[in-house]
């Protein structure tokens, strides 16, 4: 399964954005897919995940302004992203999981950046 993240960018704080990441390959039953996100010097940390069997999930510092939704059908999933601070700036990744044979399995997507200006 090979991940393909999109939709970052500039934007002024206050604004919007909407992060796309469109998965190929194999089909999978997956469990569980997110959104994570590393700034400069910091580790990289969960934004967002949708759980098969918790359903979403969001970090503190995003809740209420990020929402994580995924097509099924067309295998996106997708971050929406309104009121953006500064402190969002990151590279942000997204991630599926899924179990084939008894084993955990993971993807990453290669990043996009995101950049919020005061």
């Known amino acids: 399964v090979q991940l393909q993240a999109s939709g970052g960018g500039l934007v002024q704080a206050g604004g919007s954005l909407r992060l796309s990441c469109a998965a190929s390959?194999?089909?999978?039953?997956?469990?569980?897919v997110g959104w994570y996100r590393q700034a400069l010097g910091k580790e990289r940390e969960r934004v967002a995940r949708i759980a098969s069997t918790h359903g979403s999930e969001y970090a503190e510092a995003v809740k209420g302004r990020f929402t994580i939704s995924s097509d099924d059908a067309n295998r996106v999933i997708y971050l929406h992203m309104n009121n953006l601070q500064p402190e969002d700036t990151a590279v942000y990744y997204c991630?599926?999981?899924?179990?084939?044979?008894?084993?955990?399995?993971?993807?990453w997507g290669r990043g996009t950046q995101v950049t919020v200006s005061s």
């Open positions: 991630n599926i999981q899924w179990v084939a044979g008894g084993v955990l399995n993971s993807a």
């Open positions: 390959g194999s089909s999978v039953g997956i469990n569980t």
